[in-house]
Structures are given as structure tokens and as C-alpha cells.
């Protein structure tokens, strides 16, 4: 676990001990609720935190994992629907499959370059995204001539 990590349970731990002491003391509805507001905001950093440490782990698996994944979700879309290859919000082909497996945009695009960081790290990403033309159909024959040539 990384420190990161285990600074923010010890940050969790020590806010739900307080939470605690103030219900037994009785302290006003209020401050219990800023307390509980203050433990969201730390389960929410460390969630983010996690799905970083997921995406990277999971951008880093093999070529060919990947792309097999890729293609698992192509399967299930319709070949006609069109995807936005511009769109550098998480609508592209790549950020689209991404929340498929529960990865965030947030989490993909890390380093705030409008998805090229999730493209960078797979070889075949925006070769395979970027050609005409944009539909999942086109885009799962492109993906599956990858996977053979490789």
C-alpha cells in the first residue's frame, strides 16, 4: 500500500474517532454533521486515489490484455452506433470502453493532456480509434486485426 494511501486511512480513522467522541459527548447535530461531511470528502479522495492506482495498474497489464478487453466490450455494441474520436472528455472509443470496466475518465486521463496519456500507453489505441470510420463495428474489425497481427 502506498503511503498516500495510508495516510488517507489514518485521516479516515482518526475523523470517524472524533465523529465517535462527539456522539458519546453529545455534541450539537451540526458539528456531527461537519465531521460526517469531512469523512465523505476523505472516502471520496481515497476512492479516486484507488481508481488512479487501478487505472495505472491496468494501462500498465499486457498489450494483448488489453486489447482483448477492448474488443469483449466492441462485441457487445452495436456495430452501426458512431463514436466521438475527438471528443477528449471520456466520449472517445478508449474513455468509453474505460467506464466500461470502471475506470474514470479522471482516472485515465491523470495528467490532464485531453486522453493522449491513455493513448501513449497503448500501442495500438489511437491507430485503432483514429481511422474512418468511427463506429464500434468498424473499430472491433480494427481492434481484431490487431490482436492477430501481434
Known sequence: MTDLLKKRLEQIERAAERVKYHATERMSFEHCASEADFIQRLVKDLRNSLSVMDATAFIFSSQESLLRSLIGWL????????YNWSNCSGGCL?????ASVGLSWDALNRNGNDGQNIYTRMIWGNALAAKLPHTFGAALERARAALARD
Open 75 to 82: 462485441e457487445t455494441q452495436d456495430p452501426q452506433t458512431k
Open 94 to 98: 478508449i474513455g468509453l470502453w474505460g
